[in-house]
């Protein structure tokens, strides 16, 4: 049973460039939430969709989106990259009406 | 809104002394709480989680939390530590309801065991 895989785990981008980073929930589960981990930090939470819709959203700007596919796989766009955006991205996945959350690895993301 | 605080950046302890790492959540109403592990370089895993079943709840490698609703608490502890837990310890709040899965996390705990 493979868990929650995230790709790609590494890559360096230039200020001002955009990203797309991309996650495959765990087998069986339907939503997905994104979280941005600082280092040193906690991870805070960005988003979640759940039905190819955003439910939840964290206190991030809207150089910060978002998809769902109809297999739930998600993807998570950044624009405008800024050096403050490096970190961790962590994608998280569970059932929408359960409350057991699984991470996957991570993409690291640097702005240079 | 929901906070949660963990208690010491850093703890350290011997190889097979108590583990124990703290967590105060802040709400009126108490929400499902988790503990997870993450590793150098690594995603988290989820070590346990409390979802008004039970106070005392066991989780993986060891580890168990007990719920405390008067100290609004979630203290994490492991009786004997192993080198192998040596890692940083998130603990997280998430408020339930109609929709799971914002969790709110502390600053987190990096755990140093010593041979």
């Known amino acids: 049973d493979a868990g929650v895989t995230q790709s790609p785990t590494h890559l360096i981008k230039t200020r001002g460039q955009q990203v797309t980073l991309r996650c495959s929930p765990k087998?069986?589960?339907?939503?997905v939430s994104w979280y941005q981990q600082a280092l040193g930090q906690g991870p805070q939470f960005i988003f979640q969709y759940y039905e190819e819709e955003e439910r939840q959203r964290g206190n991030f700007p809207d150089r910060f989106s978002g998809h769902q596919f109809p297999n739930y796989s998600s993807e998570l766009n950044v624009n405008a990259l800024l050096l403050g955006d490096s970190a961790l991205y962590l994608c998280a996945s569970s059932l929408y009406s359960g409350n057991t959350i699984y991470f996957g690895e991570g993409s690291w993301l640097t702005v240079v | 809104a929901q906070s949660v605080t963990q208690l010491g950046s850093h703890v350290s302890v011997s190889e097979g002394a108590l583990v124990l790492l703290r967590c105060n959540y802040s709400?009126?109403?108490?929400?499902?709480l988790f503990w997870y592990v993450q590793y150098p370089n690594q995603g988290l895993q989820l070590l346990l989680k409390y979802t008004s079943a039970a106070t005392l709840v066991k989780g993986i490698n060891g580890f168990e939390a007990e719920f405390k609703k008067s100290e609004t608490s979630f203290h994490l502890t492991k009786p004997s530590a192993h080198m192998s837990d040596a890692a940083e310890y998130f603990c997280?709040?998430?408020?339930?309801?109609?929709?799971?899965?914002?969790?709110?996390f502390g600053q987190g705990t990096i755990l140093t065991v010593h041979p």
């Open positions: 997280a709040a998430d408020t339930g309801g109609t929709s799971y899965g914002k969790l709110t």
């Open positions: 709400s009126s109403v108490p929400p499902y």
């Open positions: 087998s069986g589960h339907d939503t």
